[in-house]
Structures are given as C-alpha cells and as structure tokens.
C-alpha cells in the first residue's frame, strides 16, 4: 500500500530562520500530494497542494514540489514566524480518492 | 462558505460506555470520511461515504464502532462499548466526490477530542 514519510519532529527553530520539512512517499499512479497544518487544538487545514509531477504547490509564504524522480514533496518557508507552530502533515492521494498521511513533524518557533 | 462542522466538541466517558460523534460535511459534497487520530499519530481513516453508501470500512473496528450516513448528508460515528485505547480525536472530512477516481482535497472539520476512562 502506498505510504508517506516524514522527518521526526520536534523541529525548533527561530524567528525568521528558513524552514524545510523533508517528505517522502511510496506510491504509484496518478497522484496528489498535500501538506495540512494542524494548530493546537484545531482540526486540519489544507495547506497547500500538487496534482502533477513538477507542480509546485504554494500558500502563506509555504512551498512544496512534487518530484517524482526523487519521490519527495518538502516543504519548505523562507522565513517562519512564531505564528507558524504547528503540525504539519503530509499526504497523498491516488485512485479511490483514499489519503495516506504520514505521522506529522511538529514545528516551534521561538522569538 | 459553511466548512464541516462536528459536535460535540470534547467528551469524556469511562469505558465500556457508548458515545457518538455528529458530523455535517460541506454542502453539496458527496463523499464523507470519519478518521481517528491518535496523539502523536497522523490520521487513519475509519470509513469512507459516497453518499449514503459506504465506500471503505477496512480499518474500522466493526465489533464496537458503527457509522450511518442514512439522508446521505450528515452522518454519525458511534463507539459501543469505549476503550480506553479509544481515545483520540475524530475527524471528519468532506470533499466534492463527483468522481470516483478523482483525486480531490479533502476538508476536515475540528475533530472531536474523546477521552475514555
């Protein structure tokens, strides 16, 4: 079955440093690949997302690239604010429209 | 627009309880998914609706979870009796479902948080 895997977290980091979270997966077919974004206490968001090879997925300053020949999907921030502590999640869909998620990498800022 | 709204927000209950969870998915949407998130876990999907039908029900515990989506537009999730290793939060999701092999987002409402005792 199709998987996704992520860099364990914590990841701490300060105010205005570059961020990348790493994400790979194992999947064939026609794909999409997501990155959500839980804050404390609130259900997920869709963050961003990618529907082809070579797309590059982008909200809030956030980017992801789906490469097929590597089969990764980082994200990736140029400067992360405080306001950007959270879990973010990666996933993928194929046929069936059934979404694997990989197991979240939690993301701290610090002023 | 309205995103998927779920009640009740948090419960706690001892085991060996029942409980049920209430799910209004985006209007129009056809498909509907229940997932169970485990702390520290990424999300896993319970059961999948397409409409009033079920579509997936692989990895839901059928000897104490249940789920209905009669009308085809709300649906309810309910654990009978509750464990301990119950405890998690209960997602729902909703997404347009016009296609069955159509690779659509899927919009996720802000869970409910159980607690078993």
């Known amino acids: 079955g199709n998987s996704v895997t992520q860099m364990e977290g914590p990841v701490t980091l300060s105010e205005e440093a570059f961020l990348t979270i790493n994400c790979t997966y194992t999947?064939?077919?026609?794909?999409?690949l997501f990155w959500y974004v839980q804050y404390p206490g609130e259900g997920l968001q869709l963050l961003l997302k990618?529907?082809?090879?070579?797309d590059k997925g982008s909200n809030k300053g956030f980017e992801a690239t789906y490469r097929k020949e590597t089969t990764s999907f980082h994200l990736e921030k140029g400067s992360v604010q405080v306001s950007d502590s959270a879990v973010y999640f990666c996933?993928?869909?194929?046929?069936?429209?059934?979404?694997?998620f990989g197991t979240g990498t939690k993301l701290q800022v610090i002023p | 627009e309205a995103g998927v709204a779920q009640s009740p927000r948090y419960k706690i209950i001892e085991k060996r309880q029942s409980v049920a969870f209430w799910c209004n998915p985006i209007s129009g949407h056809a498909t509907l998914y229940w997932y169970q998130q485990i702390l520290g876990q990424g999300p896993k999907l319970l059961i999948q609706f397409q409409n009033n039908g079920v579509v997936d029900d692989s990895q839901l515990p059928k000897d104490r979870f249940s789920a209905e989506r009669l009308k085809g537009v709300d649906s309810t999730l309910k654990i009978q009796p509750a464990k301990l290793e119950d405890s998690a939060v209960y997602l729902c999701?909703?997404?347009?479902?016009?296609?069955?092999?159509?690779?659509?987002?899927?919009?996720f409402g802000p869970g409910t948080r159980l607690l078993v005792l």
């Open positions: 999947a064939t077919g026609y794909l999409s």
């Open positions: 999701a909703s997404s347009l479902g016009g296609q069955v092999f159509k690779r659509e987002t899927q919009y």
């Open positions: 990618a529907t082809k090879a070579d």
């Open positions: 996933a993928l869909t194929g046929g069936y429209q059934k979404v694997t």
